[in-house]
């Protein structure tokens, strides 16, 4: 997909040329040492689009740019990344490129940082990051003037980290069958989630869904979504944002939640306006509930059925059982 006119030609005004020179020299070249690691597959990432991004940013950073190759990669290209003592990690693509590096950087003192490449960029969005890509590209190049690292929680899901929000139930089938057909959720971005997400409905939740329960610090709920957040909001439609649980921050200490006790017809409708609105609220429909903070949480499946299960907006493959807990501080980032 190669990159929009109006996107190439702002980003060629921001010539290596016309940038202020670097005010604190940490490499020979008086800038910081920048790696950029590009989902080649991303929703709004070209091969041409990636050559402007990282001509735009050499005006002010010491740049390498690497695409990612398979699943995973991006996270061992991270850990390769703090090795070697790079100051910052640029994942340009989707959420789930961000969270694959945040795998790699986890502990590290090497800073992550994000350009939205992918359907929805909720990590970077909370980060202040903003969603058009020009925009975020001179966003990245104020940082050299205003270098402020700090660090972030993570939670952890069976061993996974994840930046913003995890999911079984519903909520992970939809994000199945939309990473399924990537050229839809490009082409269509929120519109495909939306269709995807009702027929889903229709289909496997409105007759027999799988049930589970969440065991948490206040007891044990049934139903058959459970949604954990460890930011706000949830996620975005375009520009405007959808939350679920409430109380989450990126630096709380703690996890937040919400359960969809049973999904029905008559209660669906209702519940996606009140997830759309700016007044109401998901967790005070009646068949939901809001999990207090916590720091341990685990999620079955009902006599043994299997949960699918997705992180940042990547699906995962399906579980029997998710157990969840927080990494305080363990990412460092930049924004």
Not at 3 to 8: F, L, Y
Not at 80 to 87: T, V
Not at 109 to 120: E, V, Y
Not at 211 to 224: A, M, N, Q, T, W
Request: proline residues 6%; hydrophobic residues 40%.
């Amino acid at each position: 997909m190669d990159a929009p006119t109006h996107v190439r030609e702002r980003l060629i005004e921001r010539r290596p040329d016309d940038a202020p020179e670097a005010l604190e020299p940490l490499s020979p070249s008086g800038k910081r040492r920048m790696l950029v690691i590009v989902n080649p597959y991303a929703a709004t990432v070209s091969d041409r689009l990636r050559h402007l991004v990282v001509y735009a940013l050499q005006g002010r950073f010491e740049v390498d740019a690497v695409d990612t190759e398979a699943r995973g990669h991006a996270t061992e290209i991270c850990r390769e990344a703090a090795h070697e003592g790079y100051d910052v990690v640029v994942a340009f693509g989707g959420d789930g490129t961000v969270n694959e590096a945040a795998n790699g950087l986890l502990g590290s003192s090497t800073p992550l940082c994000s350009l939205p490449g992918g359907a929805a960029n909720v990590f970077g969005r909370l980060l202040g990051i903003p969603g058009d890509l020009v925009d975020a590209t001179e966003h990245l190049l104020g940082l050299a003037d205003d270098w402020r690292p700090r660090r972030v929680d993570l939670g952890v899901v069976n061993g996974r980290c994840f930046t913003f929000a995890s999911g079984l139930g519903l909520d992970a089938s939809v994000v199945e069958r939309v990473d399924a057909n990537p050229q839809l959720k490009a082409r269509f971005g929120p519109y495909y989630f939306t269709w995807v997400a009702i027929s889903t409905f229709v289909r496997r939740y409105l007759l027999s869904p799988p049930r589970l329960e969440v065991e948490g610090p206040e007891g044990v709920v049934h139903g058959v979504t459970a949604i954990i957040q460890n930011g706000a909001p949830f996620t975005f439609f375009k520009d405007h944002p959808i939350d679920i649980a409430e109380g989450a921050s990126l630096d709380s200490g703690t996890l937040a939640g919400a359960v969809l006790r049973r999904a029905s017809v008559v209660g669906m409708p209702f519940l996606g306006w009140r997830a759309i609105s700016r007044g109401a609220h998901v967790i005070h429909h009646r068949q939901v509930s809001g999990l207090q903070p916590f720091t341990e949480l685990t999620v079955r499946g009902l006599h043994g059925r299997e949960l699918p299960l997705q992180v940042d907006g990547d699906y995962l493959g399906e579980v029997v059982e998710a157990k969840y807990s927080i990494l305080p501080r363990a990412l460092n980032i930049v924004a």
